[in-house]
């Protein structure tokens, strides 16, 4: 059984999101602020984080990259504002996700769900598997990324795009096909997630950028060795 910790402070959230995880077959803990939260990790492990932005004591953002110095434990995160601004910032951080309230708790534990699943999958991946165009290289089983032998730090999701895309190379890949694939849950319309997420790991990759090719009208290609 999964583990989830639910960051609000706001009682009525934690409960309903408590409610639908149970639902769903998941133990839930809960934390009322970020530094509840750092505490609980510090004694117990979690399989994902529920973490809410606006709290007092010690905000999500804060919160996350604290817990970050321990443990690498996916993150969705709670905002009641939709601003680009929090949607980068969380995402580098090392968010997994961002939703913003309200809410819909069944698309939330799509999420949890989608996330999980991608976790567990990466976890039983056993065998040994590298990608190499130039100086850039991917090795998939130790999810790193060197560019010209120096490695480029990502955030979760940019990991799982990026390795997405390099399997699917040379393939016109729609938007819609990259938020339900990378994502894990259908798509709702609103694309300004993934393009937040394309324009940051064309910054991780630096002078490979340019191997994530925009399909005006269609979505996005990674073309590097032909």
């Avoid at 408590?18 to 077959?25: D, M, P, S, T, V």
């Avoid at 934390?31 to 004591?57: H, S, T, W, Y």
């Avoid at 699917?168 to 259908?186: K, S």
Wanted: charged share 35%; proline share 2%.
């Amino acid at each position: 059984m999964s583990k989830l910790l639910v960051v609000d402070d706001e009682a009525q959230i934690r409960n309903i999101i408590r409610k639908y995880g149970e639902f769903e077959g998941y133990e839930i803990a809960e934390a009322v602020d970020g530094m509840d939260a750092i505490e609980k990790c510090r004694k117990d492990q979690f399989d994902l984080i529920i973490m809410d932005i606006m709290m007092p004591n010690l905000d999500g953002f804060s919160a996350v990259k604290k817990i970050r110095e321990e443990a690498s434990t996916p993150v969705i995160m709670l905002s009641a504002r939709g601003e680009e601004y929090d949607r980068i910032h969380g995402f580098e951080t090392g968010i997994d996700d961002y939703v913003v309230k309200p809410f819909s708790p069944k698309e939330l534990m799509m999420r949890v769900n989608a996330i999980l699943k991608r976790v567990h999958g990466e976890e039983d991946k056993k065998h040994k598997d590298v990608y190499e165009y130039e100086g850039l290289r991917i090795d998939f089983t130790a999810r790193k990324v060197f560019i010209n032998e120096k490695e480029s730090e990502m955030s979760p999701k940019e990991y799982v795009l990026l390795f997405y895309m390099v399997r699917n190379e040379g393939i016109a890949l729609t938007r819609e096909q990259l938020i339900h694939d990378v994502w894990g849950y259908d798509f709702y319309g609103d694309d300004r997630t993934l393009d937040t997420h394309i324009k940051l790991l064309r910054k991780s990759l630096g002078i490979y950028s340019s191997t994530i090719v925009t399909l005006r009208g269609v979505g996005y290609r990674f073309e590097g060795k032909q």
